[in-house]
């Protein structure tokens, strides 16, 4: 049972924003940074956003990141049809004293 | 970059596991490995680090107990031990370069092992 929750599933047409949500704790997301992650059908998870907002090379810039007190939020705009996959937070657990994933969303592109 | 995993395994209820990912493109040392396991059709669990240069390591609670990080500089290949398997332990491990740090990102991932366990 993951200490972050996420809804279990968002869906968009092409072309349209989605927006998906995290919400933590103080001993997780109120006090740590978060990295988002994308993983295809059948594949590894790849990093999305790391440090609430920053890409790595070869992300587009239609994915960006915040945070607000205990919560986080991962932005698709301009959402397309490779763009359906699972999306899971991630970020450091001071009582677990360990990484904790969120329980995962899943964006289908109607 | 890359991560290279050890193929599938299939184990009986009570054996024990050993996954390896051997890494390369990148100084072995200056990066930490942690372990992340994907039970079927289920989210992402964390399972614990090892730093490489000293051979330090942290657990999650979950685990603890049944679950060995090691790594072999020579090789630059990391390994995961899991202990008496049960049949909720059938799931991908993924292996993933971890700079080491409070929520650092896990920015490489190796494409993953299945682990099966049935008797």
């Known amino acids: 049972q993951s200490v972050l929750t996420q809804p279990p599933s968002a869906s968009g047409t092409p072309g349209q924003r989605v927006t998906i949500s995290c919400s933590g704790g103080?001993?997780?997301?109120?006090?740590?940074?978060v990295n988002w992650y994308q993983q295809l059908p059948g594949t590894a998870p790849r990093l999305l956003i790391y440090?609430?907002?920053q890409r790595p090379p070869g992300v587009p810039d239609r994915f960006s990141g915040s945070k607000s007190g205990t919560s986080a939020s991962l932005a698709i705009s301009g959402l397309q049809s490779e763009d359906e996959a699972d999306y899971y937070c991630?970020?450091?657990?001071?009582?677990?004293?360990?990484?904790?994933f969120g329980t995962g969303t899943k964006v289908t592109v109607l | 970059v890359q991560l290279e995993q050890s193929g599938a395994e299939v184990k009986k209820p009570g054996a024990s596991v050993k996954v390896s990912c051997k890494a390369s493109?990148?100084?072995?040392?200056?990066?930490?490995v942690s372990w992340v396991r994907q039970a079927p059709g289920q989210g992402l669990e964390w399972m614990g680090w090892?730093?490489?240069?000293?051979?330090?390591?942290k657990y999650a609670q979950r685990v603890q107990g049944r679950v060995t990080l090691t790594t072999d500089t020579s090789t630059s290949t990391a390994y995961m031990e899991l202990r008496s398997l049960r049949s909720d332990d059938t799931a991908v491990y993924y292996c993933?370069?971890?700079?080491?740090?409070?929520?650092?990102?896990?920015?490489?991932w190796g494409q993953g092992t299945l682990v099966t366990v049935s008797s």
């Open positions: 991630a970020t450091w657990d001071d009582s677990l004293n360990g990484h904790v």
């Open positions: 440090g609430y907002i």
């Open positions: 993933a370069r971890d700079e080491g740090y409070t929520s650092s990102a896990f920015d490489y």
């Open positions: 493109g990148y100084t072995f040392t200056t990066y930490g």
């Open positions: 103080t001993s997780t997301i109120g006090s740590n940074t």
């Open positions: 090892i730093n490489p240069y000293n051979g330090n390591t």
